[in-house]
T-cell receptor
Framework: QQQVKQSPQSLIVQKGGISIINCAYE??????FPWYQQFPGKGPALLIA?????SEKKEGRFTISFNKSAKQFSLHIMDSQPGDSATYFC????????????FGQGTTLQVKP | DSGVTQTPKHLITATGQRVTLRCSPR?????VYWYQQSLDQGLQFLIQ???????AKGNILERFSAQQFPDLHSELNLSSLELGDSALYFC????????????FGPGTRLTVL
C-alpha cells in the first residue's frame, strides 16, 4: 500500500529556532514531493516542493532535504516565527500515474514567542 | 486566496441523507481532485476529473459519486450518510499536468448528526 509516514505528530519550537519535520515513503515510483501548510479553517497551501533529481531545495526560510536512497525527505524551517504555527503535511505523487497526492498524517507546529 | 471556491462552507445533516458539495476550479484549470480530511484518516484522495472525464479513483465509497460539468465545476455527491462521513472535504485544481501545483479550496465541513 502506498504510504507516506510523517513525524513528529506535534512540535513546539521557540521563536528563532529550527523546526524539522520528517517524512518517509515506500513507493519508489514517487517522483514529486510537496509540502503543504494548513492554517485552521483554511485549505492546504503549497509551501515548497522537490523532485528526486536534487538533494536539497531552499526557498527563503524553508528548505527540503531529500535522501533518495533512504526514501526520506524533511522540511526545515529556519528562524521559526509565531506566524509559522500551523499544520504541515508532506505528500508524494507518481507523475506516471494521475498526480494524486498521498499525504502524511500531518505535524502541528507551535512556535512560542 | 487560491482561486478555488467551494460551497457550502458548512453543512449539517442527518444520517441517511444525501448532500452535494460544489467546487469551482481556478480559471483555466482543467483538473479537479477531491480529498477528504478526517482526524483519524488524515487527508485522503477520493477522485479526480480531467476536462469532464473521470481520471482516477482513490478510497471513495460506493455511496459517494462525483462529476465534472462542461463549465469545469465539479460536484461531489454523498448519499446514505453515516456519522463517520463527518469530515472536511477539499477540492484542488491544476491545469492538468500531473506534477502541477494542486491549489486547494477552503473546504466544506460536513457534520452528520
Amino acid at each position: 500500500q502506498q504510504q507516506v509516514k510523517q513525524s513528529p505528530q506535534s512540535l513546539i519550537v521557540q521563536k528563532g529556532g529550527i523546526s524539522i519535520i520528517n517524512c518517509a515513503y515506500e513507493n519508489t515510483a514517487f517522483d514529486y514531493f510537496p509540502w503543504y501548510q494548513q492554517f485552521p479553517g483554511k485549505g492546504p497551501a503549497l509551501l515548497i516542493a522537490i523532485r528526486p533529481d536534487v538533494s536539497e531545495k531552499k526557498e527563503g526560510r524553508f528548505t527540503i532535504s531529500f535522501n533518495k536512497s533512504a526514501k526520506q525527505f524533511s522540511l526545515h524551517i529556519m528562524d521559526s516565527q509565531p506566524g509559522d504555527s500551523a499544520t504541515y503535511f508532506c505528500a508524494a505523487s507518481d507523475s506516471s500515474n494521475t498526480g494524486k497526492l498521498i499525504f502524511g498524517q500531518g505535524t502541528t507546529l507551535q512556535v512560542k514567542p | 486566496d487560491s482561486g478555488v471556491t467551494q460551497t457550502p462552507k458548512h453543512l449539517i445533516t442527518a444520517t441517511g441523507q444525501r448532500v452535494t458539495l460544489r467546487c469551482s476550479p481556478r480559471s483555466g484549470d482543467l483538473s479537479v481532485y477531491w480529498y477528504q480530511q478526517s482526524l483519524d484518516q488524515g487527508l485522503q484522495f477520493l477522485i479526480q476529473y480531467y476536462n469532464g472525464e473521470e481520471r482516477a479513483k482513490g478510497n471513495i465509497l460506493e455511496r459517494f459519486s462525483a462529476q465534472q460539468f462542461p463549465d469545469l465545476h465539479s460536484e461531489l455527491n454523498l448519499s446514505s450518510l453515516e456519522l463517520g462521513d463527518s469530515a472536511l472535504y477539499f477540492c484542488a485544481s491544476t491545469s492538468g499536468g500531473r506534477t502541477d501545483t494542486q491549489y486547494f479550496g477552503p473546504g466544506t465541513r460536513l457534520t452528520v448528526l
